[in-house]
């Protein structure tokens, strides 16, 4: 059963369309990742969905049920918010109970929905502070705990986690998967991280300008991108875009990149990954995409022996990480990065040789930066 | 404002005793007609034609006072100030009270409830605090006729609310919109409605600004003098209209210690806001400070 | 025109919110609405009211036979009502720029890291708490040339010294400024302490290191910063200046003669006293032209001020 479902909603402020027909559909239990550039309309949607903004057109349902113009409170919705939005006035008792108290819940009822979201949040110690004498993190969880209290139909979170350290972000990021394994809620949740994304999703819909560019798992997301932004959106080192000239058939299509001061570089494209739409553009420009992690040493062999072409060019610039290095290099009109593992030893100037795995390479179309194949 | 070291020559030491020089001179300035004031109210007249203006009274009395407050002639009668003083209390504490609440919930409506059209009404209401008031004069007396109200307390007050809203919306409205719209949207999904937003979330932590409402109003309000004499009868005037015509009332021998003294009661509510509250008043004036 | 917007605010989709969405909806207006009527009424309503007025030949009361724009035109040849536009002038203009020059000049000075800053802070200060009429009472008791400071500084050997301004009706109107002056100027100080506390530290800090002297880093990198400061401040004391009308009720009453009378003294005089309610009305106009004068293009710059910002 669909927990959510939006329908060709649109949203206008005044001459700009910020939501452009967007229809999305969530299963109860599911979590769904909201992502995209700022700007591009996640956070409208969020409030649309959340009933703070009204839509110019569409249909909102929620639990089957039309909710498009109804209020906030009727929604039945809880939502976590990017400043916490603690009620400064209250202490973390009465935050939490607000909205039982609103919803005129028993007060024995709200005192053991403060205690159990307390207990689950571990912020029992803080129950008699105000929000001014907490920290970021336990302001988190206070806002968190905030949502919990009311088991609603939905939980939507903005952004929650943009507020806090690096290191608090990945604890907290943990800890809110757990939850949500362990409580089986439908969540809706705004980033514009994509690790966030990646790691929390059941299902990831990437937007921009106001569309839903693609909606998958992380696993499809990152792997099987519908198109150049959400392939060069999602990962962190981006994608690498090279441009290239498709030539060969059907069966045994090469893809050609011109490297200024270099010898010409043939790729052939793996037989049994072919579309019919390739055909077209043989002879003509495309754009190859290659992840930083489908480069790799030359002396590590690749599943598929066959795919992995050498590349040999020089390094421009050496960056260890730590657990990788990060290499650039020229190819193409540009360069590229390429991760590989901490043990080579290169330093800028040096030539490496590298293998590219073409067996997860996308090609795109120049112009409409659509998937090709 | 800094802290860079900078050489202590002769030179530079001279400078700072310059700046101390004026700062102090500039100060004994400002305070030298609250001294003189304060100094005749408590002389004899006899003392007064005598001496200097700054010199030490040498018997002290308080009987100015007593007949500032009591006995002074104000234009036709001799009843003091203290009627009037009273008569601005009863004009202020309404007036302040009614537009500061009405001036809170214009600010919150405005701003946390954004609906089409708010910041046009806004403007639209700003432009209140600009006007100069002899161009709402007339018809204002004209108005106040009609409603039964010329001449009256109530009529002072509707005039000082109708004019003071302007103020207070834009003191609130400055304060509301600093405050975070996250913070309604989350009272809002919890189910809480226009008014018990306001009354639990935003009044909460609107101290601040209820004291620098609260005291701009007051000071404006306890300070007017146009209003006072343009719509007050003799009964129903305001302290500072009694002070002018008890000062300008030309009969008898001019008593200087019993005006002196009546205008350090005409003074004193507003001195004391200020010692008690200045920086909230300071607030208010920067604020505000576009009313003349 | 309110109505109309007000209704479109509300969406075509009105009649398909729930009764609690639209309950919400028109709750803000509701609250707002009231005060919004007073202000087009008493604020607007009353501007017109008065234009009107002014273009009647009113003199007790209020009546309206049109006379088109006789009355401006008998203002433009009102000796009394010339001397108030000068005085008006001579008054707001040494107001203003001495107040600046005060006010900026104190803040400066209390900026050196001064102690006790918050007593002569106070002191600048409190005359900003009075009323008028009382700063007026107190100015016209000093200035009284038999027993105010003319006779205290006489009494310390000084006998020739004289200081008659408020009986003299050439100098009567510079006794305005000086009270004026000694009520606002404190007021000055504290927005230009402001701006200067508003001044990130840095830039004081690396013009400095860069070696200028104190008063060039003043000059050249503070005062600059400032400028709207200045702005704003010269904006508010004009505003000040033209609506004065309790100051000169209490020192001089406008006079002697109607040697001190300024706009707003005239108004009520032929308003309330004189039975002039057109001629009244006409200079009322007048002064609300002159605040929009000075008030449009500051606005206007704000406006596109905050737009750059």
Request: with cysteine; proline share 4%; charged share 15%.
């Given at each position: 059963?669909?927990?959510l479902e939006i329908r060709q909603v649109r949203k206008d402020f005044?001459a700009t369309r910020v939501l452009k027909d967007v229809s999305l559909s969530i299963d109860?239990?599911e979590f769904l990742i909201l992502v995209g550039p700022s700007g591009c309309g996640k956070s409208t949607l969020m409030n649309s969905i959340?009933?703070?903004e009204?839509v110019?057109?569409g249909?909102?349902?929620?639990?089957?049920?039309?909710?498009?113009?109804?209020?906030?409170?009727?929604?039945?919705?809880?939502?976590v918010f990017q400043s916490?939005?603690?009620?400064?006035?209250?202490?973390?008792?009465?935050?939490?109970?607000?909205?039982?108290?609103?919803?005129?819940?028993?007060?024995?009822?709200?005192?053991?929905?403060?205690?159990?979201?307390?207990?689950?949040?571990?912020?029992?110690?803080?129950?008699?502070?105000?929000?001014?004498?907490?920290?970021?993190?336990?302001?988190?969880?206070?806002?968190?705990?905030?949502?919990?209290?009311?088991?609603?139909?939905?939980?939507l979170f903005d952004e929650p986690l943009s507020n806090l350290d690096a290191k608090l972000r990945v604890e907290m990021r943990t800890?809110i998967k757990?939850?949500h394994?362990?409580?089986?809620?439908?969540i809706v949740y705004v980033t514009h991280d994509q690790i966030e994304a990646m790691t929390l999703a059941d299902r990831i819909a990437v937007m921009r300008d106001g569309h839903i560019r693609q909606l998958g798992t992380p696993d499809e997301v990152y792997n099987d991108p519908a198109d150049m932004f959400v392939a060069g959106f999602m990962g962190s080192p981006s994608m690498n875009f090279i441009n290239a000239t498709l030539e060969g058939d059907a069966g045994a299509y090469r893809l050609v990149i011109e490297t200024p001061d270099a010898p010409r570089l043939t790729l052939p494209w793996p037989a049994h990954r072919d579309t019919s739409a390739m055909k077209e553009q043989i002879g003509r420009r495309v754009v190859l995409g290659l992840r930083p992690e489908h480069f790799s040493e030359e002396?590590i062999r690749l599943t598929d022996q066959a795919e992995g072409t050498l590349l040999t060019a020089p390094v421009t610039v050496s960056e260890p990480t730590g657990a990788d290095i990060l290499l650039r290099l020229p190819l193409g009109e540009g360069e590229v990065t390429a991760r590989v593992g901490p043990k080579i030893?290169v330093k800028a100037g040096d030539r490496v040789d590298l293998r590219v795995d073409m067996s997860r390479a996308v090609l795109f179309m120049p112009d409409s930066e659509q998937r090709l194949a | 404002?800094?802290?860079?070291?900078?050489?202590?020559?002769?030179?530079?030491?001279?400078?700072?005793?310059?700046?101390?020089?004026?700062?102090?001179?500039?100060?004994?300035?400002?305070?030298?007609?609250?001294?003189?004031?304060?100094?005749?109210?408590?002389?004899?007249?006899?003392?007064?034609?005598?001496?200097?203006?700054?010199?030490?009274?040498?018997?002290?009395?308080?009987?100015?006072?007593?007949?500032?407050?009591?006995?002074?002639?104000?234009?036709?009668?001799?009843?003091?100030?203290?009627?009037?003083?009273?008569?601005?209390?009863?004009?202020?504490?309404?007036?302040?009270?009614?537009?500061?609440?009405?001036?809170?919930?214009?600010?919150?409506?405005?701003?946390?409830?954004?609906?089409?059209?708010?910041?046009?009404?806004?403007?639209?209401?700003?432009?209140?605090?600009?006007?100069?008031?002899?161009?709402?004069?007339?018809?204002?007396?004209?108005?106040?006729?009609?409603?039964?109200?010329?001449?009256?307390?109530?009529?002072?007050?509707?005039?000082?609310?109708?004019?003071?809203?302007?103020?207070?919306?834009?003191?609130?409205?400055?304060?509301?919109?600093?405050?975070?719209?996250?913070?309604?949207?989350?009272?809002?999904?919890?189910?809480?409605?226009?008014?018990?937003?306001?009354?639990?979330?935003?009044?909460?932590?609107?101290?601040?600004?209820?004291?620098?409402?609260?005291?701009?109003?007051?000071?404006?309000?306890?300070?007017?003098?146009?209003?006072?004499?343009?719509?007050?009868?003799?009964?129903?005037?305001?302290?500072?209209?009694?002070?002018?015509?008890?000062?300008?009332?030309?009969?008898?021998?001019?008593?200087?210690?019993?005006?002196?003294?009546?205008?350090?009661?005409?003074?004193?509510?507003?001195?004391?806001?200020?010692?008690?509250?200045?920086?909230?008043?300071?607030?208010?004036?920067?604020?505000?400070?576009?009313?003349? | 025109?309110?109505?109309?917007?007000?209704?479109?605010?509300?969406?075509?989709?009105?009649?398909?919110?729930?009764?609690?969405?639209?309950?919400?909806?028109?709750?803000?207006?509701?609250?707002?609405?009231?005060?919004?009527?007073?202000?087009?009424?008493?604020?607007?309503?009353?501007?017109?009211?008065?234009?009107?007025?002014?273009?009647?030949?009113?003199?007790?009361?209020?009546?309206?036979?049109?006379?088109?724009?006789?009355?401006?035109?008998?203002?433009?040849?009102?000796?009394?009502?010339?001397?108030?536009?000068?005085?008006?002038?001579?008054?707001?203009?040494?107001?203003?720029?001495?107040?600046?020059?005060?006010?900026?000049?104190?803040?400066?000075?209390?900026?050196?890291?001064?102690?006790?800053?918050?007593?002569?802070?106070?002191?600048?200060?409190?005359?900003?708490?009075?009323?008028?009429?009382?700063?007026?009472?107190?100015?016209?008791?000093?200035?009284?040339?038999?027993?105010?400071?003319?006779?205290?500084?006489?009494?310390?050997?000084?006998?020739?010294?004289?200081?008659?301004?408020?009986?003299?009706?050439?100098?009567?109107?510079?006794?305005?400024?000086?009270?004026?002056?000694?009520?606002?100027?404190?007021?000055?100080?504290?927005?230009?302490?402001?701006?200067?506390?508003?001044?990130?530290?840095?830039?004081?800090?690396?013009?400095?290191?860069?070696?200028?002297?104190?008063?060039?880093?003043?000059?050249?990198?503070?005062?600059?910063?400032?400028?709207?400061?200045?702005?704003?401040?010269?904006?508010?004391?004009?505003?000040?200046?033209?609506?004065?009308?309790?100051?000169?009720?209490?020192?001089?009453?406008?006079?002697?003669?109607?040697?001190?009378?300024?706009?707003?003294?005239?108004?009520?005089?032929?308003?309330?006293?004189?039975?002039?309610?057109?001629?009244?009305?006409?200079?009322?106009?007048?002064?609300?032209?002159?605040?929009?004068?000075?008030?449009?293009?500051?606005?206007?710059?704000?406006?596109?001020?905050?737009?750059?910002?």
């Open positions: 059963m669909s927990a005044g109860s239990g959340a009933g703070l009204p110019t057109s249909q909102i349902l929620i639990g089957e049920e039309d909710v498009t113009w109804c209020t906030p409170a009727e929604r039945d919705i809880a939502m916490y939005a603690l009620y400064p006035s209250m202490t973390v008792r009465q935050n939490i109970a607000f909205g039982l108290e609103m919803r005129k819940v028993p007060k024995a009822e709200r005192e053991e929905a403060v205690d159990r979201v307390a207990d689950l949040l571990q912020i029992t110690p803080l129950l008699d502070r105000k929000p001014s004498q907490l920290s970021g993190g336990q302001r988190q969880r206070v806002a968190m705990g905030r949502a919990l209290a009311r088991e609603p139909k939905i939980y800890e757990k939850l394994l362990r409580l089986g809620t439908t002396d030893k | 404002m800094d802290n860079v070291i900078r050489r202590r020559t002769l030179g530079a030491r001279l400078a700072r005793w310059a700046v101390y020089a004026v700062l102090v001179g500039m100060a004994l300035f400002y305070l030298l007609p609250l001294v003189v004031m304060l100094l005749t109210s408590v002389k004899p007249l006899e003392e007064i034609r005598a001496g200097s203006l700054l010199a030490l009274p040498q018997a002290p009395t308080l009987a100015p006072w007593v007949k500032a407050w009591s006995e002074a002639c104000t234009g036709m009668r001799c009843e003091g100030v203290g009627g009037y003083f009273w008569n601005s209390f009863r004009i202020v504490i309404p007036a302040v009270a009614i537009s500061t609440f009405l001036g809170a919930l214009n600010g919150y409506a405005l701003t946390k409830w954004r609906f089409r059209g708010a910041d046009l009404i806004f403007a639209l209401m700003l432009f209140g605090c600009f006007i100069p008031f002899q161009v709402v004069l007339l018809p204002m007396a004209r108005t106040l006729g009609w409603l039964g109200l010329s001449n009256s307390t109530a009529g002072l007050v509707l005039v000082h609310v109708v004019f003071g809203i302007a103020f207070t919306t834009l003191f609130f409205r400055n304060f509301y919109v600093a405050i975070p719209n996250e913070l309604v949207s989350a009272a809002k999904l919890d189910g809480a409605g226009f008014f018990r937003i306001f009354w639990r979330i935003l009044l909460p932590v609107s101290a601040p600004i209820f004291v620098v409402s609260v005291i701009w109003q007051f000071t404006q309000i306890w300070n007017d003098f146009l209003f006072g004499v343009a719509f007050s009868a003799f009964e129903t005037q305001p302290v500072t209209v009694a002070l002018n015509n008890m000062v300008n009332t030309s009969t008898g021998v001019k008593e200087y210690n019993v005006d002196m003294a009546a205008a350090m009661i005409a003074a004193l509510p507003t001195l004391v806001v200020y010692v008690l509250a200045g920086k909230y008043f300071v607030r208010g004036l920067t604020a505000g400070s576009v009313k003349g | 025109m309110s109505t109309t917007s007000l209704a479109r605010g509300v969406g075509t989709n009105a009649a398909r919110r729930t009764p609690a969405a639209r309950l919400q909806d028109w709750l803000p207006r509701l609250v707002v609405a009231p005060s919004f009527a007073v202000s087009l009424f008493f604020v607007y309503g009353f501007m017109i009211w008065t234009f009107i007025l002014s273009l009647t030949n009113s003199r007790m009361l209020p009546q309206y036979d049109f006379v088109g724009f006789a009355q401006y035109a008998r203002l433009m040849v009102n000796e009394r009502w010339w001397v108030a536009s000068t005085n008006l002038v001579i008054f707001g203009g040494l107001f203003v720029v001495i107040c600046l020059v005060i006010g900026a000049g104190l803040a400066i000075l209390l900026d050196q890291r001064i102690r006790q800053e918050g007593v002569l802070r106070t002191v600048y200060l409190y005359p900003m708490a009075l009323s008028l009429i009382v700063t007026g009472v107190v100015w016209k008791w000093l200035l009284n040339p038999s027993l105010g400071i003319e006779s205290m500084v006489r009494g310390w050997g000084f006998e020739s010294f004289q200081f008659d301004w408020l009986v003299d009706s050439d100098m009567a109107i510079y006794t305005l400024v000086l009270a004026a002056v000694w009520q606002a100027s404190g007021f000055v100080m504290a927005l230009f302490l402001a701006g200067l506390r508003g001044i990130d530290d840095n830039i004081l800090k690396a013009a400095q290191l860069d070696g200028a002297s104190l008063p060039r880093v003043y000059w050249r990198v503070v005062m600059p910063c400032l400028r709207p400061v200045v702005f704003s401040a010269v904006m508010i004391l004009s505003h000040i200046a033209i609506k004065s009308f309790d100051l000169v009720m209490a020192l001089t009453g406008g006079g002697p003669g109607y040697a001190t009378d300024l706009p707003a003294t005239f108004m009520y005089a032929h308003a309330f006293t004189r039975a002039q309610i057109g001629l009244g009305s006409a200079s009322a106009m007048l002064m609300l032209g002159a605040v929009l004068a000075i008030l449009v293009p500051y606005l206007f710059s704000e406006l596109r001020g905050r737009k750059h910002g």
